[in-house]
């Protein structure tokens, strides 16, 4: 029996207000607490620091799991590590050194991903599936909300999928296989069904009033799988 786990991206929250914005959706049943970094050089848009992250924390009491879009990444690794962050994934296109990036998350006690983008092969997880907590797959090209889920990534899930049970079935440990945007209540079941466990959904949440309502709807279609 596969855990779901539902991880509202704060990307789309009222930055006016985050650390109100954070309780609200865990309030409403956040697993996890999704910050996307973008620092207008790997992705063409610019959010949060590790300040903002350290300012979030006292109100996440679900693991905050950040996305980073930046490059260079091993500085901000540590950054983040200090800020209090959970898990930390970031873009191998970004770093010159994989493994030495993935060592710096490890070592600081954070649990550690790669991002694929739409066009990254799935090639780029051989040679580091032991330092791997997560394989974030992006479902829209990185930098913005509010895009629209690329149907091939499904396909992309289920080959992902197949390659961690692989891994799992010889080491015994199972690696978190997340899935970033454009997810809703009406593909996340699709989604589920492709092989991924945790699902990062920004839009879908916080355009609408009533948080609680739509990871309720997210959780009855998750049933279904
Ligand atoms: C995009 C970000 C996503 C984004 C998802 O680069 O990594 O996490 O917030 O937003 P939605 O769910 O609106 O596609
Ligand atoms: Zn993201």
Redesign the pocket.
Known sequence: MTTYRIAP?I??ADCARLGEEVSAVIAAGADLI?F?V?DNHY?P?LTFGPMVCAAVKPYASVPVDV?L?VEPVDDLIQAFAKAGTDIITFHPEASRHVDRSLSLIKDAGCQAGLVLNPATSVSVLENVLNRLDMVLL?S????????S?IAHTLEKIRRVRALLDEYEAKSGRRIALEV?????TDNIAAVAAAGADTF??????FNQPDYKAVIDAMRQELAKV
């Open positions: 991206s990307l789309s999704h996307d973008m992705v848009n996305h879009m992006m829209v090209n990185p930098g913005f909300g509010g895009q889920f970033d945007g454009g997810i809703k990062v959904a920004g839009s879908a949440i």
